[in-house]
């Protein structure tokens, strides 16, 4: 008996289409059951995003994971859904510690409670991928599963220890910037003085804020444009000292306006408002770097093919 290929290929294209959408409807529900089981967890992490600069960032996390996921969704070969065990693992781990931590197993501070709730729903959100969708689609999706560990709230002695390190880095930088400047400086821990003025990099400047936000650009910048892991490991490296640079800037610049032009710049609008100039300052660096690593990239891979045709003839 003969069979039509069309009418196959159809049967073939409907059986596909049903099945993506049965996926579909078994993510949506895995993510709204997850949403109630943390809802708490989701809440404390929301209230704190909103109300210290320390954890602004988590604001951004998951939508700028959305929007990776939605702009690499053709990337890749389509295949069907495998290694869904891997998914099981993920989901049965996320969903002990959870009942770990709502059985109070373990006895834990707050703010490590929440650190570890919101670990665990990040590993169930990445088990429900590869329970729906596959291993494969978790591996090409790995950079955007992986930037959602951002959403992560910091235990406080952590983001003290990142805070008071920013402080230190940024009064040693700006000392060597008056230094630079032929300006008399020293510096006593934190606090740098100049002549006629004492300046103390307070928890208010070390730019906690603006440092995370950095961050999270250059680590979104090395995904959309590098391709070999040497540049994007490069650019990412660069995060930590501009972040420190850029305070050093600001600390430097509202000094030196304070001290030679009007003393209303240590009080005033630039001071208290106008980190948003430094970091975008910061940013375009960071873009030009990337830039620059592409171009390299290009030379490199150039290069390379250049060496094999000569080797091949």
Same mark, same amino acid.
């Given at each position: 008996?003969?069979?039509?290929?069309?009418?196959?290929?159809?049967?073939?294209?409907?059986?596909?289409?049903?099945?993506? #959408?049965?996926?579909?409807?078994?993510?949506?529900?895995?993510?709204?059951?997850?949403?109630?089981?943390?809802?708490?967890?989701?809440?404390?992490?929301?209230?704190?995003?909103?109300?210290?600069?320390?954890?602004?960032?988590?604001?951004?996390?998951?939508?700028?994971?959305?929007? /990776?996921?939605?702009?690499?969704?053709?990337?890749?070969?389509? #295949?069907?859904?495998?290694?869904?065990?891997?998914?099981?693992? /993920?989901?049965?781990?996320?969903?002990?510690?959870?009942?770990?931590?709502?059985?109070?197993?373990?006895?834990?501070?707050?703010?490590?409670?929440?650190?570890?709730?919101? /670990?665990?729903?990040?590993?169930?959100?990445?088990?429900?991928?590869?329970?729906?969708?596959?291993?494969?689609?978790?591996?090409?999706?790995?950079?955007?599963?992986?930037?959602?560990?951002?959403?992560?709230?910091?235990?406080?002695?952590?983001?003290?220890?990142?805070?008071?390190?920013?402080?230190?880095?940024?009064?040693?930088?700006?000392?060597?910037?008056?230094?630079?400047?032929?300006?008399?400086?020293?510096?006593?821990?934190?606090?740098?003085?100049?002549?006629?003025?004492?300046?103390?990099?307070?928890?208010?400047?070390?730019?906690? #804020?603006?440092? =995370?936000?950095?961050?999270?650009? =250059?680590?979104?910048?090395?995904?959309?444009?590098?391709?070999?892991?040497?540049?994007? +490991?490069?650019?990412?490296?660069?995060?930590?000292?501009?972040?420190?640079?850029?305070?050093?800037? #600001?600390?430097?610049?509202?000094?030196?306006?304070?001290?030679?032009?009007?003393? +209303?710049?240590?009080?005033?609008?630039?001071?208290?408002?106008?980190?948003?100039?430094?970091?975008?300052?910061?940013?375009?660096?960071?873009?030009?770097? +990337?830039?620059?690593?592409?171009?390299?990239?290009?030379?490199?891979?150039?290069?390379?093919?250049?060496?094999?045709?000569?080797?091949?003839?």
């Amino acid at each position: 008996m003969m069979h039509d290929p069309a009418v196959i290929e159809s049967s073939e294209v409907q059986s596909a289409s049903r099945g993506n #959408r049965t996926n579909y409807l078994a993510f949506s529900a895995l993510i709204t059951l997850s949403v109630g089981l943390w809802w708490r967890s989701l809440a404390a992490t929301l209230r704190l995003a909103l109300g210290s600069d320390a954890y602004t960032y988590i604001l951004l996390v998951v939508p700028l994971s959305a929007a /990776l996921v939605y702009f690499e969704r053709h990337k890749g070969s389509a #295949r069907p859904p495998t290694g869904k065990w891997a998914g099981w693992v /993920l989901l049965t781990v996320g969903l002990l510690v959870r009942l770990t931590t709502l059985l109070k197993i373990i006895h834990l501070s707050a703010g490590n409670t929440l650190c570890l709730n919101m /670990l665990a729903l990040w590993i169930s959100w990445i088990g429900s991928v590869v329970l729906c969708f596959g291993i494969h689609t978790g591996r090409r999706q790995v950079f955007a599963l992986c930037f959602l560990v951002l959403m992560v709230p910091l235990p406080d002695s952590v983001v003290n220890w990142i805070t008071e390190s920013l402080q230190y880095q940024s009064a040693v930088t700006a000392t060597q910037l008056f230094h630079a400047a032929r300006v008399p400086a020293t510096r006593d821990g934190i606090i740098v003085s100049i002549p006629g003025l004492d300046l103390e990099v307070a928890r208010e400047c070390s730019s906690i #804020r603006s440092s =995370t936000l950095l961050v999270i650009v =250059t680590l979104v910048f090395a995904r959309l444009f590098l391709h070999s892991w040497w540049t994007k +490991a490069i650019l990412c490296a660069t995060a930590i000292p501009l972040a420190i640079f850029k305070n050093a800037v #600001r600390i430097f610049t509202i000094a030196e306006l304070g001290t030679r032009v009007d003393p +209303a710049y240590l009080n005033g609008h630039l001071h208290h408002d106008g980190g948003v100039i430094f970091f975008a300052f910061t940013v375009v660096i960071t873009l030009v770097v +990337a830039m620059a690593l592409r171009k390299a990239e290009g030379t490199r891979v150039a290069a390379n093919k250049k060496t094999r045709l000569m080797r091949g003839g």
